[in-house]
């Protein structure tokens, strides 16, 4: 039976793709702490963010790396 309220299974490390793009032009993000709030710093300029989870799922564009930084 299927959970209709399963989460992503992010991890730390992970790059991110989002569907905004940032104001220093970068679109993306590595996840730094992942929980019920994600912290994510930006790969372009190095801000960090913090935003709630389901915030982060709506979010994402695409997972750039699935395994916690290797490709």
Not at 24 to 38: E, F, H, N, P
Not at 42 to 69: F, I, W, Y
Request: hydrophobic share 30%.
């Amino acid at each position: 039976m299927s959970n209709k309220f399963s989460r992503f299974p992010f991890k730390e490390g992970m790059g991110l793709e989002l569907r905004k793009q940032h104001p220093c032009g970068g679109r993306t993000w590595t996840i730094l702490r992942i929980g019920a709030d994600a912290r994510l710093k930006c790969d372009t300029c190095g801000h960090q963010v913090t935003m709630p989870r389901r915030a982060l799922e709506k979010a994402t564009k695409n997972v750039l790396t699935s395994d916690g930084g290797n490709t």
